[in-house]
């Protein structure tokens, strides 16, 4: 067994190696360091490997004489590496060999050898364990020697197609790709990648049906979990299309969810400015035009919660105009809204809109109307309602008020009690 320490070691120094072959990067330890020495003693002084003066690595062991007994442990993993090619293979059945006659190779040296046999297979191999990829590092290959039989190693033998075709999906998601954690698993990053941008979309654009069939059944293979990439990359994905269409239609749905929330703005806008006059002017202008052409009276009625917020908000207009009438008409910010809420959102308008269009002034309705006058900060606003038949919930909320400010008594003057009613008063009407 190897101990904590070992373990350590050799996870730094099968790190390094891999970072410095893939990217020219110098091969160095501290000077007589663990991991120093275990560099000199296992790979320079066997010649599997040198370095130039610049302590960048080349591998050697291929130029060993037939005979050199660390050429045939490298024979050995080459073979093995080779059935890991045509299907999946037990990593105990290499263990086992390199552990017999005539290698008899420590636990300790296996993983430091093997990191060395599959340095040409790094972004095409992939090591399983109960059915699960695991992320390619050094302690992986450390880990692998406590339970070899659990493993399972197999070499994807990708063609320029396949090479062309993830390449083209790691381009469309780069922003997202850990490429860090590229070097331990090019799959799982690109699915992570994809993840992390199907996460980051809005909310709306992550449920909505307002996009293309198309772009909904890529999208739905971005939200599902997937333990097997490969399966998910060269099977499920692509179905029964070519990798160059898969990647067209990978695209074409990124690039429609990626613009959802714009388009929706400028349909949403111009439906809702049909309804009130012509599209070609604007949401904002169609409305105001309409509003300014309506009975003057009607800004001072008291219509039901919506309509009130509705007219609120024309008088009061936020900068970015669609976006505050949703909010204020829903409660909810655009990217929370979802399908439900835009067709009811447009049905209400078009309620509000025959509701106020139909409004006769009030000389049509002044039975048992009541007429609010206030003045705040110098504003005057008068305001008309109905008398109207209080609900269980309104004759709750009217009982629970009295009761309130019954119970402060005369720990809050009635000047107090007056002012406070007036104010929620204000911000109702």
Known sequence: RLTPTMKSVARKVINKLWDSIANNKEFKFRKFSAEDTLVRTVYINSDILTLDKNNIVKLNYKNLSDNNSIKLIFNEMGEFLDDCR?????????????????????????????????????????IKRK???????????????????????????????KEDYILSLENLFKDYIDYEYRNKNRLGSLYEGIKKYYRGLPKFARETSLVSEETQKIRNIMSNE?????????VILPGKFSYNLVVDKVKIAKDELDKF???LKEDFSKKIASIFGDKREGIKNSIENWFS??????????????????IKYIQSPEEEYLRGLVKMLTGFDLEYISDEIVYELIDGLVIIKNKMDNFNGFENNLH??????????????????????????????????????????????????????????????
């Open 226 to 234: 997937y333990l097997d990439y490969k399966e998910l990359f060269f």
């Open 86 to 126: 045509k299907e999946e293979q037990n990593f105990y059945n290499l263990y086992k060999k390199l552990k017999r006659r005539p290698y008899g190779i420590k636990d300790g040296l296996i993983p430091l050898l093997f990191a060395i046999g599959i340095v040409d297979n790094l972004d095409n191999i992939y």
């Open 293 to 310: 052409n309506l009975d003057p009276d009607v800004k001072d009625y008291m219509f039901d919660l919506r309509t009130n917020l509705f």
């Open 131 to 161: 059915g699960v990829y695991e992320d390619l590092d050094g302690k992986l290959l450390v880990k692998i020697i406590e339970e070899p039989n659990n493993y399972l190693i197999s070499i994807d033998v990708w063609d320029t197609e």
């Open 368 to 429: 048992d109307s009541i007429k609010i006058d206030i003045s705040f900060d110098d504003k005057k606003k008068t305001k008309y309602l109905h008398g109207v038949e209080l609900s269980d919930i309104g004759k709750l909320l009217e009982t629970k008020i009295y009761k309130d400010i019954n119970n402060f008594n005369y720990s809050i003057n009635e000047e107090e009690k007056a002012y406070i009613l007036i104010k929620i008063l204000k911000e109702i009407i």
């Open 261 to 263: 929330l714009d388009n």
